[in-house]
């Protein structure tokens, strides 16, 4: 695709997004037969991109026909499965706005860093195509709405990356606990107790050769090229990723609103900074999270969430887990497929674990053309991924904040509000979706 084209389709994203309006191409939305396979691009192919790949190569219908990344030193290993999977090579691009203008791609999955997951997932319901992002939907909470409305307004198949809403081990442990199984419940603990070393200090450098530092950047402020802020670790750079509150911890944040029923809260109250290590990391490493939900339950409800870098214990099991507090006892989640429930005398009255795939959720509901049958819809994602962005602003600004559910913003806090949203970096704009 020339410049002139990509300025093009910028242009053409901006008056749409103005005009409510905004198809480059429109990709297949049924299928005539089994046989005719959904053809996916894989958007960001280092890390969870390995996950999407190894998921849906061995489906029979499914193609992956182009995979993009930034840094092109990755393709050579990352397509090797697929040619021998189909007996030809997939198509590679380093800018995923030739994917978006491509009419032969059915769905993408976006597996790039956070600060891109709304944009592009919004770019790729305004060309027509179905979208499974990686979690946390956004890198804030504007944007997150953003893609919600998009999905609707396209009437796009969009579903989050928060796979354990699939293992019907949990479905059925979350189903338990709305039907009373201990009570009315109170209380969900989230905890996010998993080891993450050191990452150093580096110095910016210059940018390596193979590598579109640019579009790495798309959303975010321009900033040297440092490789403790590409690869992995961007995640704890503000500009780009949410620390492991909106990393690991999403999973176990969805996990925990889902079982409590409740949306966002009134009021939220955090406290979080760096311990251990003297390193590149920005986001606090050790945070406490508490949130409040007035109008859930007889008195309202709570959860509360830790995460935790370094040595510690399990609780009940559960390093990387749940525990619901109920008025007849607990709930115990202790891994992305199993849950323990336990009577007032800490007896074990009941377990479960069993697993499914998330992405042939995925891929079902595409053929169907039902966003309905995805078991991780976005407004959830939305929700989950927002609870984090609260959480870490509250930490950042080192104080309780009140917040308004209704309309997504705090009360009458102008400098808690600025970080809802942020400046975006042109041509890589969220646009707001009418």
């Known amino acids: ?31 005539a037969g089994a046989n005719d396979r959904v053809r996916v691009a894989i958007i960001g192919i280092r890390g969870r991109g390995r996950d999407h790949l190894q998921n849906l190569l061995p489906m029979e219908d499914v193609e992956v026909a182009t995979v993009c990344d930034v840094d092109e030193r990755l ?123 050191t990452i150093g200090k580096e ?9 579109h530092y640019d579009i790495w950047l798309g959303p975010a402020p321009e900033r040297p090229f440092n490789p403790n802020r590409f690869h992995y670790n961007w995640h704890y750079m503000w500009d780009y990723g949410n620390g492991d509150l909106g990393n690991q911890g999403v999973h176990q944040m969805d ?50 969430f830790e995460v935790r870098p370094w040595i510690t214990n399990d609780e009940k099991g559960a390093k990387i887990g749940n525990l619901f507090y109920g008025t007849k006892g607990y709930m115990v989640i202790d891994s992305y497929t199993h849950y323990v429930i336990y009577d007032k005398d800490d007896n074990k009255i009941d377990e479960g674990r069993s697993e499914a795939n998330h992405y042939r959720n995925f ?40 917040f308004d559910p209704a309309t997504e913003t705090f009360v009458n806090d102008s400098e808690a509000n600025a970080l809802l949203a942020r400046k975006y970096r042109e041509p890589f704009v969220v646009p707001k979706i009418a």
């Open 203 to 211: 110095q910016d450098c210059p940018v390596p050769e193979g590598v």
């Open 255 to 304: 996990v925990a609103r889902w079982g409590l029923g409740v949306e966002l809260p009134t009021r939220v109250s955090a406290m979080g900074e760096m311990f251990i290590f003297d390193d590149d990391k920005e986001v606090p490493n050790v945070i406490t999270t508490s949130y409040w939900f007035p109008n859930a339950g007889t008195k309202g409800k709570m959860l509360v």
């Open 75 to 197: 393709f050579a290993d990352f397509i090797k499965p697929i040619e021998k999977r189909y007996k030809k090579a997939p198509k590679t691009e380093y800018d995923l706005r030739r994917v978006m203008e491509d009419k032969d791609i059915d769905a993408v999955t976006i597996a790039t860093p956070n600060h891109w997951h709304s944009l592009a997932g919004v770019w790729a319901c305004q060309a027509g195509k179905h979208v499974y992002v990686e979690k946390p939907c956004s890198h804030n909470v504007f944007e997150g709405r953003q893609l919600v409305e998009a999905a609707k307004k396209y009437n796009r198949v969009v579903q989050h990356g928060t796979q354990i809403r699939s293992n019907p081990s949990i479905r059925e442990a979350i189903q338990k606990l709305h039907d009373g199984v201990i009570g009315e419940v109170y209380m969900a603990r989230g905890l996010c107790y998993k080891t993450r070393d």
């Open 363 to 402: 891929i079902d509901a595409v053929r169907a053309g039902d966003p309905g049958q995805v078991n991780a819809p976005i407004i959830e994602g939305h929700l989950s991924s927002s609870l984090c962005h609260l959480g870490l602003i509250s930490a950042r600004l080192r104080r309780s904040l009140d």
């Open 1 to 31: 695709m020339s410049e002139q084209s990509r300025r093009d389709f910028m242009r053409n994203a901006a008056m749409g997004a103005a005009a409510g309006v905004f198809m480059v191409g429109t990709s297949r939305t049924s299928w």
